[in-house]
């Protein structure tokens, strides 16, 4: 068997999809499990839509997902060039091989004939489908038209998916299709067969909105007298409601959830459980996915896109981090939310409480963002907790902390068990008016821990603070 070469050709209009990227990642697992090429190539032909924002957003999105390639763009490679719109050239002549075999002609129909013959189709209720008004006449390249390849009128086009199995489509379903348009361009189907043909693809696996392409590239390959690659058509990605995955649905876009807070490795990890299974096995380290991804393992059903089971995926893989790393890793979300955090020990104090209580780095900055700011009094706890009641409470503790040497941990439990013994109340009564003092509300990490991270100068201007507010 040849060595696998595969490719992961986006359209350069909007950012890289989640769908995209688990093709994307796909195609990588099986270069790299079985010592093949992986290609990027990008399909810019949409001129009004594609732009270079775009294509540098997916190439961004492609190395944080850590989805390198051996050809490509930015670092080319024996096939070049890897832009579409720079390959004019190569369709141009391999449309004209096919007109001077036969195997495609110049169709001169205007767009407004075609626009009538498309409404009439309307209104009788049936598909419209290119007459052939063109098929047998005379080759005049002074005339504008485009080029249409010919589809063989009887008989079916088969083959054998390697997720979805035999698969045929009888070609009285299809048309005479445009393959060439007036200005050069290709359309879709022939300029992606060429260019697997050029590139050398042998295995083009992609998702299974293409399975209605297929028939009308494998008659292409033909006509043109190459080789059939392999194809494999990977099943959609849904959204809860059973419908294709969109912006209803939450975030769809790869930097999306690097911008969230999501580790690229919790990313690629989830998307790769969305049609693929290796037993019950949920983690996968990158090399374990190198060494267990077969493409016989993807399955044919939809993938179900669930935003909390990517969460807890996401945290899995924030607790397996050192306390070094994860606040390495924290520390960009801090300082984007304009926070004044720093690549310290409070850092690693306040992930180190993170670790179990938020599932991504922008959780970590929403939720604890009162260790670097003033904290934000949320008015219900202030009014429950903030009162003359508990204000002996808040200033005993006060003066106990502004007393200790050193805020260890064994001292800070003595004084606030010490502080409830002496009024005879349970220690969440002493706990609770500290944590809104500190804090801003009633859920927090340990009352120690919050201590400790904030220090002494700052937890004693936040209870003076506190006791100034209370009657």
Not at 136 to 164: C, M, Q
Not at 222 to 245: E, N, S
Request: hydrophobic fraction near 40%; charge should be neutral.
């Amino acid at each position: 068997m040849a060595t696998p070469r595969v490719r992961f050709a986006p359209s350069p209009t909007g950012y890289l999809h989640i769908g995209g990227a688990r093709t994307a990642l796909f195609n990588w697992l099986w270069a790299r499990r079985t010592g093949g090429k992986f290609v990027l190539r990008i399909e810019d032909t949409d001129r009004e839509r594609s732009t270079q924002q775009a294509v540098e957003a997916i190439i961004e999105a492609m190395k944080w997902l850590g989805l390198d390639w051996d050809e490509g763009p930015d670092i080319g490679g024996p096939h070049p060039p890897y832009f579409q719109t720079q390959r004019l050239d190569l369709y141009k002549r391999h449309a004209e091989k096919l007109v001077a075999e036969g195997k495609a002609y110049a169709c001169y129909c205007t767009r407004e004939e075609l626009d009538v013959q498309r409404k009439k189709a309307e209104t009788e209720k049936r598909q419209f489908r290119y007459p052939g008004t063109c098929r047998n006449k005379p080759y005049d390249p002074s005339k504008p038209h485009v080029i249409r390849f010919r589809v063989p009128e009887v008989g079916a086009t088969s083959w054998n998916d390697l997720v979805k199995g035999v698969i045929s489509t009888p070609h009285d379903t299809l048309q005479d299709e445009v393959i060439l348009r007036g200005d050069g361009m290709p359309l879709y189907n022939f300029g992606a067969v060429v260019d697997d043909i050029t590139m050398e693809i042998n295995l083009v696996g992609r998702g299974d909105d293409h399975v209605n392409n297929t028939a009308r590239q494998i008659l292409m390959y033909q006509a043109l007298g190459y080789p059939v690659p392999t194809f494999a058509h990977f099943p959609m990605i849904l959204g809860a409601d059973k419908a294709r995955l969109s912006k209803r649905h939450g975030a769809t876009s790869v930097t999306a959830y690097r911008d969230m807070g999501y580790l690229p490795e919790a990313v690629v990890n989830y998307l790769v459980r969305l049609g693929w299974s290796h037993g019950d096995q949920e983690l996968f380290t990158r090399d374990e996915l190198i060494q267990k991804f077969d493409l016989k393992d993807v399955g044919a059903t939809a993938g179900v896109f669930n935003p909390e089971k990517m969460a807890w995926v996401n945290h899995e893989w924030l607790k397996k981090l050192p306390d070094d790393e994860l606040a390495r890793k924290a520390l960009p979300y801090f300082r984007a939310a304009e926070l004044p955090a720093e690549d310290d020990a409070k850092l690693r104090h306040v992930c180190a409480v993170a670790r179990e209580r938020a599932k991504t780095f922008g959780e970590y900055v929403q939720q604890f963002r009162y260790f670097y700011a003033p904290p934000q009094l949320d008015p219900k706890a202030k009014d429950k907790f903030l009162t003359a009641e508990t204000k002996p409470v808040l200033q005993a503790i006060r003066d106990g902390i502004a007393a200790l040497p050193a805020l260890e941990t064994a001292a800070l439990e003595k004084l606030f068990h010490g502080t409830a013994e002496a009024r005879g109340v349970g220690l969440g009564k002493v706990a609770q008016p500290v944590r809104v003092a500190l804090t801003g509300g009633t859920a927090s990490p340990g009352m120690y821990d919050v201590v400790q991270i904030l220090g002494k100068d700052e937890t004693l201007k936040r209870l003076d603070d506190a006791l100034r507010l209370v009657p």
